[in-house]
């Protein structure tokens, strides 16, 4: 009997900390979640106006679902020290559901990750960047997003355009509709600009002259922070899951074994 | 070699002294030496040495031509055997799309004066060439100093000294009051051709003039 009580409480052990670990990890990705739902970098009106912001849809089932499992570990905690089988019972059946949205959350942002490529951030720059005759209001919010945006991520980043200033020359836009190239080879926000905000040179902005214009273009200020938000979503749900199924399976078998 | 003595010169009836014929610098030590003066600025010696306005530095300039402008350089000693020590000159600038009639690439009329076409009356220089711009004759002594374009202070200088941006001035041809030169910006996916010519200020004749420039081609946009 000895013998089996001490494998029934190492068990037991083994169970709780499988539970305090899943509760950490649920604290750890509301956190992470939360953080990419507040949008640090100011990325969202893109994805919106792609109507592809499915990562941030993920990041917010990221949040309930670390919520519930924060709980849940609570209860499986409880219910294995008490060795009750209603509780357990509601433990499992809770813990797959949370684990199937969990799971959906997963795929989702790392399968939409795949649709944020330079050609799509550059086909919404061209066509929506200071775009002026909209056609409907939900069109103006989302041109005024994409405006915004992009102005901040040019002078926060010293970058322009996708891949460079030549995206303005090659090709056609709303912007070159309201504004005349010779004027605006590409936006005053590509130039280096002084404390005042004004270009330092225009016409060596114009020109195109080292050191007067931004010359590197900004996908990577955009894909970056999109990419580590998706991945991060996608893998660290992956890897509580992982860890989360091991102690499913443990906690029906612990139930299983109770009288 | 091409160019020496290819183009027009002008002969003015009744004048004392004929204008000195323009002689392509077939020297090409002395060539060398100029160009080597401008450091950094110019391309190295192109194989044809004939003289005629070249695209502005593309170290310089890194966007050039743009949809409706072309930056040039000016003609930095391209008229030295012209210039007389004790008279003043300018410079005028002529455009005109290649697709203009070969017959009307004159830029003198008759009697040696350079021709007062504007963008308008040229239709944007395809009827002929039209004047763009007016300005001092470049420094050949001096030249600017490319590396002083790093320096905030003096780039206004240097890019205002060493080039000049054909199609800058979107306003002038809506301005009913612009008196001045009017360098309305060009046509996309157009090819246009310069030529540069050196006027004697007192008489107002045209005393030397470069040669048509290669063809060059504004960008096209989608």
Known sequence: ?259 | MEGSLQHQVTWQQGSALPPRPFVARSDSTDLAALRSRLGRLLKPAVKDQSLRPQLADPQLATSNPTLTTVALEKPFCMFDSSLSPNKSYSVYLYAMMESAIAGSSLVTDHSGKPLNSTFQQMSGGQLGPYKAAVFSVPNCASPPNPADAADINKVADVLKQYLFRVGDDGTCLHDPNFLDVCNPPLAPDTTYRFKYTLVDNTDGIMKDQTLWSDPIKTRRGD
């Open chain 1, 1 to 259: 009997m000895a013998k089996d009580d001490n494998s029934v409480r190492i068990f037991q052990g083994l169970l709780i900390l499988g539970n305090v670990v899943i509760g950490m990890c649920g604290i750890a990705l509301t956190a992470e979640c939360i953080f990419f739902v507040s949008d640090p970098h100011g990325l969202y009106p893109l994805l919106e106006a792609a109507e592809n912001d499915d990562i941030y849809a993920a990041a917010w089932i990221g949040i309930f679902v670390g919520f519930a499992l924060f709980s849940l570990s609570v209860l499986g905690i409880i219910g294995v020290i008490k060795s009750n089988r209603t509780l357990l019972m509601v433990y499992i059946i809770l813990m797959l559901i949370t684990f199937a949205f969990e799971m959906a959350s997963c795929i989702t942002a790392a399968t939409h990750r795949d649709f944020l490529t330079p050609n799509l951030f550059l086909k919404q720059m061209l066509e929506r960047y200071e775009k002026q005759d909209t056609d409907n209001n939900n069109d103006k919010l989302m041109s005024e997003g994409v405006t915004k945006t992009w102005n901040n991520l040019m002078l926060q980043n010293h970058c322009c355009g996708v891949h460079g200033p030549s995206d303005w020359q090659q090709y056609g836009s709303a912007f070159r509709s309201t504004h005349s190239d010779a004027d605006y080879p590409w936006p005053h926000q590509c130039c280096v600009l002084d404390a005042r905000e004004s270009p330092v040179n225009l016409d060596g902005c114009k020109l195109g002259v080292p050191g007067y214009y931004n010359s590197n273009g900004c996908y990577d200020a955009i894909s970056g922070p999109m990419n580590r938000q998706a991945w991060g979503v996608a893998w660290f749900g992956f890897a509580i899951l992982c860890w989360t199924f091991l102690v499913l399976l443990g906690t029906m078998f612990y139930w299983s074994r109770i009288e």
